[in-house]
């Protein structure tokens, strides 16, 4: 079993940033895939940014250009950047981890893009 805890998210005002937090624990082995997906309240989980182990990277279009993930591999983080923030960004934000062919999602964390 993997852990996954999420950390980061908070109110900020349209135009900033904010860099969330992904603490992997547990039974870890290197992932094939990690990422972060985001959903709002009656909608469906979308994807934000995936990062397959060797690779490309995929953003979502809405994201491109403004929102970086990365993974610390040695500290089994994973990392995302998010600048430019937007109202419609707001979300609950979620780590994504797959090994082994099994997925593994946090809990999620609030953000809100408001002034």
């Known amino acids: 079993q993997v852990q996954l805890v999420e950390s980061g998210g908070e109110l900020v005002q349209p135009g900033g940033s904010l860099r969330l937090s992904c603490a992997a624990s547990g039974n870890i082995f290197t992932p094939n895939v990690v990422g972060w997906f985001r959903q709002v309240p009656g909608k469906q989980r979308e994807l934000v940014a995936i990062?397959?182990?060797?690779?490309?990277?995929n953003y979502a279009d809405s994201v491109k250009g403004r929102f970086t993930i990365s993974r610390d591999n040695a500290k089994n983080m994973l990392y995302l950047q998010m600048n430019g923030l937007k109202p419609e960004d707001t979300a609950v934000y979620y780590c994504?981890?797959?090994?082994?062919?099994?997925?593994?999602w946090g809990q999620g964390t609030q953000v809100t893009v408001s002034s």
């Open positions: 994504y981890w797959n090994q082994r062919d099994r997925q593994y």
């Open positions: 990062n397959p182990t060797g690779s490309i990277i």
